[in-house]
């Protein structure tokens, strides 16, 4: 087990008025994503619990390019991870700031 | 007096050496060695039909128990090296050169055999290729193959699993050469008529139906969302923005995640109709339910899929079929027809360099060519246009004369960033050189060359290389869909913006994918089950594939 906490300014507030989601599930390979509207407007937190030791170096950079792509401003994401791929963690961000925008 | 026909003479002596253990053109199964004995010479080449699917097993096994001291050196010729057999051949000296196309199951032994020196190996080709050299320098002098069934004269029925027979009995009968076939049964007549009775000069009985394996039925159970995601890209930035109406799909779960999207996906963006109609297929049990939902036209076939025989036999406005109502397929016609009359190639690799070579070999594993190379390739000969290809013509050379610029086969190659077991599917440089350094073969094997893909598509992306005019860019473009392998990593970010804002490489947001749809719910089968529900009850899975 290995926690990492990641901190980032987003350029933009996250679209929606959703206060919390959750998508994907605890299983090898894969990972579940807590997100909760909690923040102030551009601050962003990202919390990853995960069952891989020694991806910090990858988790940076997957959520880096997470926060330039989607701007999740005031988001708070929860991450319990079993080990899944960066695409895999890269699909679960993208849903979880989908579905705290509500209906398109 | 100089003599013309000493081959058809060898032949014909050799033919009544060979009768001496038939009844007419019937040997009994145990005697297939001793005809085998009677008919082969010492560096004789033979084709032992073993093709993707349908093997020549008892014959393979025959083969194997001859007399070493009396058959040896053989040069075998043929598609596919797929039995234990087919290599035991070489262990035991009786065979000592190949030239082949595939060896899927014998991957890793052959890559041990050719390192250890047990094979002279001529050359891996493609499928189209080596039946070529099969009409120029790789003639067989003796083809072994498989039937369903004969009648008495050697009339044969070769079932839905025609794939490569004729084309190897053509070579053989009308250049002086034996065929012999194996046959799951001798009947009073044949339901047809694949192959006339004049071209086969024996026919051995098998107690138990030749070997085929199902190659191409995948689990939509084992589809994960990242391939989901990656099947859309593909339907919306290719499949819709070229009309790419006649295709050919390779096999893999990404090809069959799209074939499963296209009546749900495919059908929410309105393109039924106007896209996927025509291919040159096997019948992939995952195309069920688009043929079902309307959406396919016609397929023709490479070979047959386990399970699809009845399902084919109903839906015969879709497939070629024959007089008794069964699949006829045709490996060398259906290669042909990917290869001139397919606007788009789809499939996926094991690796993919810096340039888009991708190759399935690897250092312990040569699975050889197959078909890929063939339908993943521009066909310089190609003169009838379409709107795909025209298109795709003028991304590549914007500025040429629109009358004489010739048009571009779209082969896209599509994967997953990390493949099986997290092995990244782009490497700064392909295992197949590394091998061909080290076996010192004059060519590295790749499987389709970087400059004729036109498209790579990952869960990241689509990087389009016909919008690429340097090497450097062509680079970038396909870091700039790589994703989390080193590769990906090693990207130059401003220039990858910068292709991204050209529309050379496009991300799912750019294309209004959204990445809720990325879900096990959008597959239009989740499970084996589903399909054979689809099917009215047609499709009968193997029982590898059954879990109820």
New interface residues.
């Given amino acids: 087990m290995e926690d990492l906490s990641l901190h980032h300014l987003a350029p933009q507030p996250a679209k929606g008025a959703q206060k919390m989601a959750i998508v994907g599930v605890v299983a090898s390979g894969n990972l579940e994503v807590l997100v909760e509207r909690v923040l102030s407007d551009l601050e962003c937190l990202i919390e990853i619990r995960t069952a891989a030791e020694g991806f910090g170096e990858?988790w940076n950079?997957?959520v880096a390019d997470f926060v330039e792509?989607y701007s999740p401003g005031g988001l708070k994401f929860s991450i319990n991870d079993g080990g899944a791929?960066?695409?895999?963690v890269?699909?679960r961000l993208?849903?979880a700031v989908?579905?705290m925008e509500g209906e398109? | 007096m100089a003599t013309w026909q000493l081959k058809r003479e060898g032949r014909d002596t050799l033919i009544q050496a060979g009768s001496a253990v038939a009844k007419g053109k019937i040997v009994e199964a145990r005697d297939a060695p001793r005809l085998l004995e009677a008919i082969l010479r010492p560096g004789d080449r033979v084709c032992l039909e073993g093709d993707n699917q349908k093997q020549a097993d008892l014959l393979s096994a025959a083969l194997l128990a001859v007399d070493p001291a009396k058959v040896n050196n053989l040069h075998m010729v043929q598609s596919g090296v797929v039995l234990p057999e087919h290599l035991d051949v070489f262990e035991r000296g009786i065979a000592k050169k190949l030239d082949y196309a595939y060896s899927g199951p014998q991957s890793a032994r052959i890559a041990m055999m050719l390192f250890g020196g047990k094979i002279e190996l001529g050359a891996v080709h493609t499928y189209l290729e080596l039946f070529a050299r099969y009409f120029i320098d790789l003639t067989p002098n003796v083809a072994l193959i498989a039937a369903v069934s004969a009648d008495r004269d050697g009339n044969l029925y070769t079932g839905p699993n025609t794939e490569d027979t004729p084309t190897v009995v053509e070579a053989t009968a009308f250049k002086d050469g034996i065929v012999v076939a194996q046959v799951n049964q001798i009947v009073d007549k044949v339901p047809r008529v694949d192959i006339p009775a004049d071209r086969v000069h024996f026919i051995v009985e098998a107690e138990k139906p030749f070997f085929v394996e199902p190659l191409f039925t995948r689990d939509p159970a084992a589809i994960t969302e990242g391939q989901i995601l990656t099947a859309m890209l593909a339907i919306k930035g290719i499949y819709a923005a070229y009309g790419v109406q006649r295709l050919n799909h390779g096999i893999g779960f990404s090809t069959a995640a799209i074939e499963l999207l296209l009546p749900t996906y495919g059908e929410r963006l309105g393109l039924k109709g106007k896209v996927a109609s025509r291919f040159a297929l096997n019948p992939h049990p995952a195309l069920i339910p688009a043929i079902e939902s309307g959406w396919v036209t016609q397929i023709h076939s490479f070979g047959s899929e386990v399970g699809m025989e009845d399902y084919i036999r109903a839906r015969s406005d879709i497939y070629f079929t024959g007089a008794d109502g069964a699949l006829r397929s045709n490996r060398a016609f259906s290669q042909t027809a990917g290869l001139y009359a397919c606007d788009m190639f789809i499939g996926s690799t094991l690796q993919i360099d810096l340039q888009g070579n991708s190759s399935t070999v690897t250092t312990s594993r040569i699975a050889g060519f197959g078909g890929a190379p063939n339908m993943g390739a521009d066909a310089r000969g190609r003169r009838h246009p379409s709107e795909p290809w025209l298109k795709a013509g003028q991304e590549a050379d914007p500025d040429g004369q629109p009358l004489l610029r010739r048009g571009r086969k779209l082969v896209v190659q599509i994967g997953e960033t990390f493949g099986e077991k997290n092995v990244p599917l782009f490497v700064e440089k392909l295992d197949a050189v590394e091998l061909a350094d080290k076996l010192k073969l004059d060519l590295a094997p790749v499987m389709i060359y970087g400059d004729d893909v036109t498209h790579i598509v990952t869960e990241e992306g689509i990087a389009n290389l016909l919008l690429c005019r340097t090497s450097d860019e062509r680079e970038q473009a396909i870091r700039g869909v790589a994703g989390y392998t080193d590769v990906g990593r090693g990207r130059d970010k401003r220039q990858v913006q910068n292709l991204r804002e050209r529309g050379v490489i496009r991300r799912p947001e750019d294309l209004g994918i959204d990445p809720l749809d990325a879900d096990r719910s959008m597959l239009a089968a989740r499970s084996i089950k589903d399909l054979v529900r689809w099917s009215g009850g047609l499709y009968t899975p193997p029982s590898k594939f059954r879990n109820w």
């Avoid at chain 1, 791929?85 to 895999?88: E, I, L, N």
């Fill in positions: 990858v950079a997957v792509r791929r960066p695409d895999t890269s699909l993208a849903q989908r579905l398109q």
